[in-house]
């Protein structure tokens, strides 16, 4: 059986989708944002490796055809923030106080935290981009000098937390604004908080959709000025 998977071609991808879909699954039928489908299916594909006993690189193989459709599924959210123009110029000088802000916070977060548990400068520099997109934070934490694949893990918690603290969030400090909404979710929790805005609205998931560029190319040049500090 671990030879067969191993040498399957689609056992990655199949796996994969499988995975999702039962994450899907649970979220529709028990409602909890707990079963969020992207960490129910890293538990479901990391329990069938160790069930089967199957090497990661063997499902690698596989499941890196999917990560070809990133790019493109992250051009297509500039679709619903084409189709709210009206908004983003009518909230312009907000939208980008919101998006510095929020940089500001992630990363200053970061260094003191990093202050208070006498993290040193690798370690540091490894959780610098974790509210941007994997393909940008990967970028960063390699040119910084940090733990790439501790980033990719970090960035993938923050933006499920994300995706799953906020409805609760939004709720306790009694955000009602759309477009605030969008904003804090995006440059907070990167795609996968992106896709809670989606379902929240329109208006929340065009804002949130701008937020990941900008917060990105923000944050690329803030991680090289706070990377100093540490």
Do not use: W
Request: proline residues 2%; neutral net charge.
């Amino acid at each position: 059986m671990k030879d067969f998977f191993s040498n399957s071609v689609f056992f990655g991808v199949a796996v994969s989708i499988l995975a999702y879909e039962l994450g899907i699954f649970l979220r529709k039928k028990f409602r909890l944002a707990i079963f969020n489908p992207l960490l129910i299916s890293i538990v479901a594909v990391m329990a069938i490796l160790g069930l089967f006993r199957v090497d990661y690189q063997a499902y690698q193989e596989g499941a890196k055809y999917l990560s070809y459709l990133l790019t493109p599924a992250t051009v297509c959210l500039a679709i619903p923030l084409y189709e709210q123009l009206a908004q983003l110029k009518k909230n312009i000088a907000a939208i980008v106080a919101g998006i510095i802000s929020g940089v500001l916070t992630s990363l200053t977060g970061v260094f003191v935290l990093s202050l208070a548990f006498h993290l040193n400068h690798e370690q540091y520099v490894t959780l610098l981009p974790k509210s941007i997109t994997t393909a940008i934070g990967m970028g960063v934490s390699e040119e910084l000098g940090g733990i790439v694949t501790i980033t990719v893990a970090v960035i993938i918690v923050t933006g499920v937390l994300g995706n799953i603290i906020a409805d609760a969030v939004c709720r306790i400090f009694r955000i009602v604004e759309p477009v605030a909404k969008g904003i804090g979710i995006g440059s907070a929790a990167h795609a996968i908080g992106t896709a809670k805005a989606l379902e929240m609205g329109e208006i929340e998931g065009a804002m949130s959709s701008l937020s990941i560029a900008v917060s990105g190319l923000l944050t690329v040049v803030g991680s090289s000025i706070y990377a100093m500090f540490l």
